[in-house]
């Protein structure tokens, strides 16, 4: 979901210790059970749905700095929940924002994403979703802010992957579309540990554009719980000049 605040470019994720430490210790998990599917830390969404009859939450905590300003937001909370296979329900939290300037909470998000199926070796699906006027009045899109995404992802051998996004939301009550595009190259360094480098590139309703350039780690430290640490630089425009993160994935349910 696009957010014009100073977390625009923040993938949707917070730091829950307390839950890292409940989910680690009273999930029993198997090295047969699926392995976890995020759509985090990257900004490019994944096209896969979470299991069918599974409950997926992906938090995380973001430090940015811009124009010489430092924020931070969270719990940047995304629960995902799959009724049928090839569906999911998503629900986006409002996150907490803290700025030299100014601090509240964001808005809340809800949202579907439909797996649309392979072409030529492409995994492709779909994420409709709105964002609803709830946050603090200088956080919030001051109107509902519709989002569609088609996504799309490949497996290039056994340890390269690649994937692609395009997105447009119209924010809040201004007139424009607010457009994005991804690009990401996924890379396993072993069973545990994989890696990735991205290029995300947006522009604004009144024409101006900004880029980054992604990059970050991710461990899993079960088959269904999942760290990460990212961090990235803009590339010019109105993009952040920098922005590090960590977070915490895990999924709950049939496996």
Known sequence: MANSTVTEWAPRWGALMALALWATGVQQVTAQARPLITDRPDFTESPVTVPKGSIQLET??????????RASSGPEALLRWS?????????????YVRADAQDGF???GVGVKLELGSFASWDVGAIASVELP???????????QPELIVAAGRALGEAWSLGTQVAAAKPGDSGGVHLLATFVVGRALSEAVGAFAELAADREPGGSGAALLHGGFTLSVTPTVQLDLHGAVGLGGHAPDGILGLG????LGPR
């Open 134 to 144: 709830t946050g603090d009045a200088t956080l919030s899109a001051g109107g509902t």
């Open 106 to 108: 964001t808005d809340f």
């Open 248 to 251: 915490f994935s895990t999924r």
């Open 60 to 69: 995380g905590l973001t430090l940015e700095h811009a124009d010489g300003l």
């Open 83 to 95: 009724p049928t296979h090839g569906l999911e329900i998503r629900l986006q939290s409002p996150d």
